[in-house]
């Protein structure tokens, strides 16, 4: 019996070694339980299953990626457009704008080292006083500029009394148009009369008396808005500006509203911004930035320099050459001093245009925290003249929009007529600034600006594109120097043909 016992045990330890040895490859390696149940997962089982999953997107990529590589490889051609032709989108050109500017440096420098040869070295900034002033203890220029404030008081207390209705309309209106034509006859009338008053000073006279007349045009007009807007109890009108936006006076969040606005303060505020249309509320900047104000401020000073010593060195000589009749040279050397003052005088124009429209602007904009800083726009990239006398002098664009062309317009004058009256005023205003400090009426200033219109219209109608762009610059570079020669021409015809006679 004991053997048969122990029969039936090794024979049954044998199945259960033999059925250990079977479900072995079932069994976990790091298995702490051998009484497990059966379809349950374990650790390890999950871990390799997890590493199994992602393992296989890896190599889907893997695979995808060489069969990208092997694509690319195979083709390495797409439809694409040339970087220099319109149809690429393309425009960063700095690269060749830095390339142009280089070569327009190294072109001139032998004109420059060739000026320096032939004249030394001309630049003397004690002789530009002489340029302001003939005598040390006469500037009558200034003293011009000091009687305008004269001119602006009058307007100040005109519209004073126009609020409480001392003056009627016409009153106001006849006084503000005597005020605006005593303006531009007082000015030129001293200068012409005064033989103290050099060119240089009498055109910085007339000038801030012009940029003072048109101001208060629109004084005039703004403050006629809000009275019409008062008395007809409208809430809107379309051009009237009496509260466009919110001042910010003192830290304080009110608006000034017609008639708080006819204050001293106000009123040489506005003498002093950067515009010549007026607002009850202008935009204001926050706060005056420093570092942007002492940037202007080094401009200012740096170019001022430059135009004066690329004056003295460069554009003198050149038409102190050129101070002989025209009658008596042939049209090919007549050319020949044409060229030769286009580059200087285009050089220092984009210059001023620098010097004032970035520079002097936005150093007063940031003095005074005056928010509006479009001065210009980008007139660089004008197709058309029209497009360019529209941007590169925001501020007068401004004023002839909206204080001379839309009023023709409600008047019912057609759009023709209407640009023509802004360009015979614009011609008007530029003969003036040239004829009087000159003391010579020749009408070359009037003359050019009138013969844009006719260019505008051949340059929009004929011209496209680049084509029209390369117009508008040649009319800038040519025309300028044109006209300068020939006041140039005239002035000496006027003071030494005949002492040479």
Not at 381 to 386: D, G, L
């Amino acid at each position: 019996m004991r053997d048969l016992n122990t029969t039936g045990a090794l024979t049954r330890r044998r199945r259960a070694t033999l059925a250990a040895e079977r479900g072995v490859g079932l069994q976990p390696v790091n298995c702490s339980s051998a009484a497990a149940p059966a379809g349950s997962m374990t650790a390890g089982d999950g871990l390799r299953k997890r590493d199994l999953s992602l393992d296989r997107p890896r190599k889907q990529g893997e695979r995808k990626t060489r069969k990208s590589e092997i694509s690319d490889s195979l083709s390495c051609h797409k439809a694409r457009e040339s970087l220099l032709s319109s149809a690429s989108g393309y425009s960063n050109y700095r690269g060749v704008l830095n390339w142009c500017v280089v070569m327009l440096v190294l072109s001139n420098a032998r004109l420059f080292l060739e000026n320096l040869l032939r004249y030394g070295i001309l630049v003397d900034p004690i002789q530009v006083v002489s340029l302001f002033l003939n005598d040390p203890y006469s500037w009558p220029a200034a003293c011009l500029v000091i009687v305008s404030n004269v001119f602006v008081l009058v307007a100040l207390y005109t519209e004073r009394q126009l609020s409480k209705g001392s003056f009627s309309e016409l009153v106001g209106f006849l006084v503000h148009c005597i005020n605006m034509a005593i303006m531009l006859t007082f000015p030129a009338t001293v200068v012409l009369l005064v033989p103290s008053v050099t060119p240089v000073g009498g055109v910085f006279a007339l000038g801030i008396y012009t940029v003072l007349s048109l101001k208060l045009y629109s004084y005039k007009d703004v403050n006629l808005w809000c009275r019409e807007l008062s008395t007809v109890k409208a809430k809107t009108l379309a051009r009237s500006l009496s509260c466009p936006s919110p001042q910010y006076l003192n830290g304080g969040n009110s608006k000034v509203c017609y008639p708080g606005n006819l204050t001293i303060r106000d009123m040489y505020y506005f003498a002093f911004a950067p515009t010549l249309c007026y607002e009850l509320n202008f935009p204001r900047s926050s706060k005056v930035r420093m570092s942007f104000l002492l940037r202007r401020l080094f401009e200012m000073l740096f170019f001022t320099q430059m135009l004066v010593a690329l004056t003295q060195q460069w554009m003198i000589p050149i038409i102190q050459s050129s101070m002989k009749p025209l009658e008596d040279m042939d049209l090919s050397r007549m050319a020949e001093r044409l060229l030769r003052l286009a580059v200087p005088n285009h050089l220092l124009w984009l210059m001023f245009f620098y010097w004032f429209f970035h520079s002097s602007l936005n150093f007063t904009a940031e003095l005074l925290c005056f928010g509006d800083r479009q001065f210009y726009r980008d007139w660089w990239n004008s197709e058309t003249v029209t497009y360019f006398w529209q941007n590169w002098n925001i501020p007068v664009h401004k004023w002839c929009l909206r204080h001379f062309y839309k009023p023709l317009l409600r008047r019912g004058v057609s759009k023709m007529v209407s640009q023509t009256a802004v360009f015979f005023l614009s011609a008007f205003f530029h003969e003036y600034l040239v004829s009087v400090p000159l003391r010579m009426f020749r009408l070359w200033a009037f003359t050019g600006m009138m013969a844009q219109l006719p260019l505008a219209w051949f340059v929009g109608r004929c011209l496209r594109g680049n084509y029209g762009n390369a117009a508008v610059w040649m009319s800038i570079i040519i025309g300028q120097p044109f006209a300068v020669l020939m006041y140039v021409h005239d002035y000496y015809v006027m003071h030494y043909k005949q002492e040479t006679d």
